[in-house]
Every structure is written in C-alpha cells, then in structure tokens.
C-alpha cells in the first residue's frame, strides 16, 4: 500500500510538468501576440502601408480579370464576325447565281414570246415548244 500513493505523486508530477510546458509554450505565444498588438498601436503608417498594398493588390486581380473578360470578348466577336463573313460571302455567291439564272428565265421568255409572235404571224416556230430545256 505504501507504494500506491508514489505512483500517484509521479501521475501527477507527470501531469503538471505537461501542464506547466503547455503554459510556458502558451505564454511565449502571448507574448508575441502582444508585441505584434504593440506594433500595429504604434506603427499606425504599417498598418496604412499594408491596407494600401491589400488594396492594390485587389485592384491588380480586378483589373486582370476584367483584361480576361475583355479578351474573351474579343475572341467571341472576332469568331462571330468571321462567320458572319462566311455567310455573307455565301449569301453573295448565292444572289449572283440567282441573279444569272434570272437573266437566262429572261431570254428563254422573251424567245418564247418571239417565237409564239412568229407562230401567230407566220404560222410556224423555229422549234417545237415542247423540245425546249431551261437552262439551270
């Protein structure tokens, strides 16, 4: 029984002495905590200096995202009015060959139209109507 309350004495030794390191490590944290406190109290120009370079820095990534924005911008448009180039040039490709069909309607009409003025007048065609190709 008299050896009970030895091992209790080193339990507790053992308990305070981790105690006691935690308090000291504690304590030098504190310590240095209230000397970066002290600093900013009396350092009021390094705490203007960082708030000023916190902001510049927020306005540098401010402006590097609106640059990328712009940029992306950029591309889009330039891809969309290449493609509205592709179309136009289409589309004009598209009327000139409407255009020249047209014309040709026109003279194949108008040969018709003669060639029916001579059938009356006359009496004959220099070709039968139903030979008659259209030219695509």
């Known amino acids: ?3 009970f309350p030895k091992i209790h ?7 305070l002495k981790k105690n006691i390191t935690a308090l000291r490590s ?22 203007k200096e960082r708030l000023f370079y916190g902001v ?12 990328c924005a ?3 911008s950029k591309r889009t448009l330039i891809a969309a009015s290449t493609e509205e ?16 069909r047209q014309t040709n309607q026109i003279r194949v009409a ?9 059938y009356c007048t006359f009496g004959w065609l220099p070709f039968p ?5 259209v030219p695509q």
Do not use: I, P, W
Not at 9 to 15: C, D, I, K, M, S
Not at 26 to 47: D, Y
């Open 1 to 3: 029984m008299f050896g």
């Open 9 to 15: 004495e080193q339990g507790v030794l053992v308990h």
């Open 26 to 47: 504690e304590r030098t944290a504190l310590t240095s905590l209230r000397a970066t406190l002290c600093k900013f109290k009396f350092n009021k120009g390094s705490c």
């Open 56 to 67: 510049t820095f927020a306005t540098v990534q401010l402006n590097y995202a609106a640059d």
């Open 70 to 72: 712009l940029e992306e």
């Open 85 to 100: 180039q592709a179309r136009l040039k289409k589309l004009d490709e598209e009327l000139r060959n409407l255009g020249g």
């Open 110 to 118: 108008d040969e018709v139209l003669r060639a029916k003025v001579c």
């Open 129 to 133: 109507l139903f030979e008659l190709v």
